[in-house]
């Protein structure tokens, strides 16, 4: 059983920046895709960024702004994010689940979630 706990988040002004982490345990790597996720209010969840075998995969909306990492050693996922915008405002997961690449930012085939860190950015 994956059990994933994010840490991280916080209010910002727009333009700054925020590294979330989660730390992993009972994983192995290669085993499942890693990602992160978002929801705002309102709004269903969606997937931002995830890593699976060394590989990432971003949605467009954080393309260029957001870099997911993964430290093996550690077994903890991290999100970088610069040049945040007001609408990267939500609860953030980190999620574990799926082994092909094409499924890693789909939330319903995430097998494993954490408890979610909040971002908020003001304009």
Do not use: H
Not at 8 to 36: I, P
Not at 38 to 66: C, H, L, M, W
Not at 85 to 108: F, Q, S
């Amino acid at each position: 059983q994956v059990q994933l706990v994010e840490s991280g988040g916080g209010s910002v002004q727009a333009g700054g920046s925020l590294r979330l982490s989660c730390a992993a345990s009972e994983y192995t790597y290669g085993s499942y895709c890693l990602g992160w996720f978002r929801q705002a209010p309102g709004k269903g969840r969606e997937g931002v960024a995830a890593i699976y075998t060394g590989n990432t995969y971003y949605a467009d909306s954080v393309k260029g702004r957001f870099t997911i990492s993964q430290d093996n050693a550690k077994n903890t996922l991290y999100l970088q994010m610069n040049s945040l915008r007001p609408e990267d405002t939500a609860m953030y997961y980190c999620a574990a689940g799926g082994r092909v690449p094409w499924v890693c930012l789909i939330p319903k085939m995430q097998n494993y979630w954490g408890q979610g860190t909040q971002v908020t950015v003001s304009s």
